[in-house]
């Protein structure tokens, strides 16, 4: 199982970006997968979780009512729609596999691929 992050690129801030996540060697269907970021000098962060139960869907605070997580079953990709960018999401943004079917804080990430860079500057 392999998921691969794309879409990123450089955005002003209040723009908006949609990140695509490819699922291969298993139907995207049953997998829990979550969005975690990681900034220049900093940890890792978990940012968005869809379950792979019920649909639910998981974000951490700071992007609450502006990112978007959602499953494309026919195209077998994740996507994390990014509205209302600011400077502090400047990051690389990885998908994977979350460990526990759904539910929030993300109890761990695996399976992931490359990142993409989004970059958010005037």
């Known amino acids: 199982v392999q998921l691969q992050a794309s879409g990123g690129g450089l955005v002003q801030p209040g723009g908006s970006l949609r990140l695509s996540c490819s699922v291969s060697g298993i139907s995207s269907d049953y997998l829990a997968v979550g969005w975690f970021r990681q900034a220049p000098g900093k940890g890792r962060e978990g940012v968005s979780c869809i379950s792979s139960t019920d649909g639910s869907t998981y974000y951490t605070d700071s992007v609450k009512g502006r990112f978007t997580i959602a499953r494309d079953n026919r195209n077998q990709i994740i996507t994390l729609q990014m509205n209302n960018l600011q400077p502090d999401d400047t990051a690389v943004y990885y998908c994977?596999?979350?460990?526990?079917?759904?539910?929030?804080?993300?109890?761990?990430?695996?399976?992931w691929g490359q990142g993409t860079l989004v970059t958010v500057s005037s």
């Open positions: 994977a596999e979350e460990a526990r079917p759904g539910g929030w804080p993300p109890v761990g990430f695996f399976n």
